[in-house]
């Protein structure tokens, strides 16, 4: 009798725009402090390839350069910059629905008092 291992099929983690950008402004927020390093310190700190990271860095965030202006480009620093602000322009509107809908939810409950 032959016994098989049972191949691994799990599919890694799926990581969202805003999360992406969180941990790329992480290895910016290192490099510039450290002059590099960055990847590596993300990668342990956020317990994710490196490869990953590098491949979010020359898609521009994960895909989010496709939204830039023409002429700008997500390989480059402005580029790179641009894609960050969109992303925190994005989850700051998603944010602000969501505050609207909880005040309007606290203030019925407060008025049914």
């Known amino acids: 009798m032959s016994t098989r291992k049972k191949l691994n ?3 890694g983690k799926r990581y969202t725009q805003s999360e992406k950008a ?3 402004a992480y290895v910016d927020k290192v ?3 450290k002059g590099r390093g960055g990847q590596s310190a993300a990668s342990k700190k ?5 490869l990953t990271i590098s491949s ?3 898609s521009g965030v994960g895909g989010v350069g496709s939204k830039l ?6 390989s480059g620093p402005i580029g790179k910059k641009l894609a960050k602000l969109q ?7 998603r944010t602000e629905k969501d505050l609207i ?13």
């Open 9 to 11: 099929t799990a599919k």
């Open 22 to 24: 969180d941990i790329l």
């Open 31 to 33: 490099n510039a402090q």
């Open 46 to 50: 956020f317990k994710i390839s490196p």
């Open 56 to 58: 979010w860095i020359r």
């Open 69 to 74: 202006p023409s002429g700008a480009s997500a």
């Open 87 to 93: 992303a925190l322009h994005d989850q700051i509107a």
């Open 101 to 113: 809908k909880m005040r309007a939810q606290f203030n019925a409950l407060k008025s049914s008092l």
